[in-house]
């Protein structure tokens, strides 16, 4: 619901298609989704890289990132778990307009959450990662100890512990990083965008 009131959309002379074409890529929203510890920042990491390497307009979005500073308003209640995702869907987008690849690593534990950023963009131009690993191997990754102190009740609404997570039904993309390497992942990735028509071979 907007509140704000007396407020015009103002268009710009410039396309999206024009920044594409300017770009040499299309652009999309790539968003990785999964488990605390399975691996999206990582291989969002990874893909920004390999992206920057050939030369196509590309932007990442941390979850962790965006809570210092856009979101830090915000805590992970389901309300605030909504509100981040819906703030974080509508920035994506922009970017989208702007012609650049972006790719975003958050929990977004809700269905409901990530098809409504779905919504916001073009047919195509929305890419869900569902980055696969057990929450066996997500707690034995976990250098800050965030599962311990969920399991103890020190962190409360905590993904996969005490707060559900559900899973993509029709992803795009799947990846299993306790069988995949990094590289292998985003291999597969990279295919995945150039067979969509994002990327050039």
């Not at 987008?93 to 409901?112: E, H, N």
């Not at 905590?158 to 997570?165: E, L, R």
Request: with cysteine; glycine share 8%.
């Amino acid at each position: 619901m907007t509140k704000s009131k007396n407020i015009v959309w103002h268009d710009s002379e410039v396309a999206k298609q024009d920044r594409q074409k300017q770009f040499g890529n299309k652009s999309c929203i790539v968003w990785f989704t999964g488990l605390s510890g399975s691996g999206k920042s990582t291989l969002s990491v990874a893909l920004e890289n390999e992206l920057f390497k050939r030369g196509v307009a590309a932007y990442r979005l941390d979850g962790d990132n965006i809570r210092h500073g856009l979101n830090n308003n915000l805590g992970f209640s389901p309300d605030d778990r909504t509100e981040n995702i819906r703030r974080v869907g509508e920035v994506a987008k922009l970017f989208v307009d702007a012609g650049v690849i972006t790719m975003t690593a958050f929990i977004s534990p809700y269905k409901a959450d990530r098809d409504a950023v779905r919504e916001l963009v073009d047919s195509g131009e929305f890419i869900e990662v569902f980055v696969q690993c057990s929450l066996e191997e997500c707690e034995r990754r976990d250098v800050k100890g965030l599962y311990a102190k969920a399991r103890s009740g020190e962190i409360k609404n905590f993904t996969g512990i005490s707060a559900p997570y559900e899973e993509p039904s029709k992803p795009e993309i799947v990846v299993d990083t306790e069988r995949q390497t990094i590289k292998e992942c985003i291999t597969h990735i990279i295919s995945e965008l150039e067979q969509r028509g994002l990327l050039t071979a």
